[in-house]
């Protein structure tokens, strides 16, 4: 006999979680925030904080190492939810970079950095 191909309401294709409707954003992002702060977190511990390395080098290791931890797939578009996720993810992390306050503006943040919003880099991508 002839095996019989299973019909699944949900299935990973190269890392992205697909459903009858396309992709289904909220659970891959949200696990791939929780991944890159989680390794951000981490790192932070190890000198990429304001006391540490070079602004210089923290960056470059946000750019290379976390922040495609969470642009993977994002150029298929993402719901807005998982945008406004992405981005505070991403201002957590810079804020944890850069051993600044909660309070500190995303515009001195990113004028700091020289480091993007999420959905200029979405676009860009």
Not at 38 to 43: D, G, I, K, P
Not at 108 to 119: D, I, Q, S
């Amino acid at each position: 006999g002839s095996a019989k191909i299973p019909l699944l309401q949900r299935y990973s294709y190269l890392g992205m979680e697909m459903g009858a409707e396309g992709l289904v954003w909220e659970n891959v992002y949200k696990q791939r925030i929780q991944k890159m702060m989680s390794m951000a977190n981490f790192l932070v511990g190890k000198g990429m904080n304001g006391g540490g390395w070079r602004l210089k080098s923290s960056v470059q290791t946000f750019k290379c190492f976390l922040r495609p931890m969470i642009e993977y797939g994002s150029c298929l578009g993402p719901d807005r939810m998982a945008t406004k996720d992405m981005e505070n993810a991403q201002l957590y992390t810079i804020r944890r970079m850069v051993s600044c306050k909660r309070s500190t503006s995303k515009g001195a943040l990113y004028k700091v950095t020289g480091l993007t919003p999420v959905v200029s880099r979405i676009r860009e991508l």
